[in-house]
Nanobody, 127 residues
Framework: QVQVAESGGDSVQAGGSLRLSCGAS????????MGWFRQAPGKEREGVAAIYRGGGLRFYADSVKGRFTISQDNAKNTVYLQMNNLKPEDTAMYYC????????????????????WGKGTLVTISS
């Protein structure tokens, strides 16, 4: 089992920045990829960024490229999502997940295998 917990969500104005944090603990060996996903009201959950532990291979959704940066602190087993130039359309519940495999398909971050999800952290961007 893997336990995942996010933090850092807040309400900011458009053009502002936020940094989300995600900690993972437990048996993370079989879940080498950490991903950030978001779900806006009335929409499906979509993947926005992901990173493989150790090697640092990163993936981004087209909608956040150039604005969001995913990074990791392996010593702390923590992944961060730095979000800059935020837009109202970035408003969503953001979830972190530890997954077996991640990549990009159709401009969105995707994953396969068992996913261990956090409870989410709310990001609200006002215009």
């Amino acid at each position: 089992q893997v336990q995942v917990a996010e933090s850092g969500g807040d309400s900011v104005q458009a053009g502002g920045s936020l940094r989300l944090s995600c900690g993972a603990s437990g048996d993370t060996y079989n879940s080498p990829c950490m991903g950030w996903f978001r779900q806006a009201p009335g929409k499906e959950r979509e993947g926005v960024a992901a990173i493989y532990r150790g090697g640092g291979l990163r993936f981004y959704a087209d909608s956040v490229k150039g604005r969001f940066t995913i990074s990791q602190d392996n010593a702390k087993n923590t992944v961060y999502l730095q979000m800059n130039n935020l837009k109202p359309e970035d408003t969503a519940m953001y979830y972190c997940a530890a997954v077996a495999w991640c990549g990009v398909d159709g401009g969105l971050v995707t994953y396969t295998g068992t996913a261990y999800w956090g409870k989410g952290t709310l990001v609200t961007i006002s215009s």
